[in-house]
């Protein structure tokens, strides 16, 4: 079997569908933001990006929430290739988040196991509040460890890539999200 990571990125285009397009990402996002905009009420906030894959969904929203924004991130990652395993923290936020009103901004939510770490350092750096959105969220049937507060849209339970998400490291930069096919 190829090793994947040789494949071409445009392999991928070839082995995958389009499950939203960019003028449904688009919609999604201008949903999100004024659910956002209503829950938060104008008030000053640390958006914080979990990277990489929350840079899309981050850099979309940032510029529709007219409100007073700090923006940090951190990165906590469990997939390597397409498979989950254990959460490897690699940067923490550097503002502090004492006090504050954190909106955790993630490109997917899937097993659940990445945002409710992320929750759970903001909850114990001393967050006053912490908001989640991510801009999928899998249906997969399982149970989760939390819901997030704001969801854009709901992926398939396929492998799917696009707004932030990579396949092999490839395509995060694609306005489109599609889904990888059955091997
Ligand atoms: O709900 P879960 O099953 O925990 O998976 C979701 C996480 O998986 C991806 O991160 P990944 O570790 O692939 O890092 P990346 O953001 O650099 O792609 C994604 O960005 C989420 O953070
Ligand atoms: N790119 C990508 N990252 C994920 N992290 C957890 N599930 C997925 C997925 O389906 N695609």
């Known amino acids: 079997m190829t090793d994947p990571h040789a494949q071409s990125p445009d392999h991928w285009l070839s ?71 254990g959460i490897v923290w690699t ?11 954190v909106v955790v901004l ?3 939510l899937d097993e659940g196991i990445t945002l409710a770490e992320v929750v759970h350092h903001c909850q114990q750096a001393g967050a006053r509040e912490v908001v989640t959105a991510v801009l999928t969220e899998k249906d997969n049937g399982l149970e989760k460890p939390l819901q997030a ?11 799917v890539f696009g707004c932030g998400m990579d396949v092999y490291g490839w395509w995060r930069n694609l306005p489109e999200i599609r889904a990888l096919r059955e091997a």
């Open 15 to 85: 082995q995958s569908d389009i499950v939203f397009s960019v003028a449904e990402v688009e919609q999604a996002l201008d949903r999100m933001a004024s659910v956002l905009q209503e829950k938060l009420s104008g008030q000053p906030v640390i958006l914080l990006c979990v990277m990489r894959g929350g840079v899309y969904l981050a850099g979309q929203l940032m510029h529709r929430l007219q409100l007073p924004a700090r923006l940090d991130y951190l990165q906590a990652n469990r997939y390597h290739g397409i498979t989950g395993s």
């Open 106 to 108: 993630d490109d997917i």
């Open 149 to 159: 507060d704001v969801i854009g849209l709901i992926v398939p339970n396929r492998y």
């Open 91 to 101: 940067k923490l936020p550097e503002l502090d988040l004492t006090g504050q009103t």
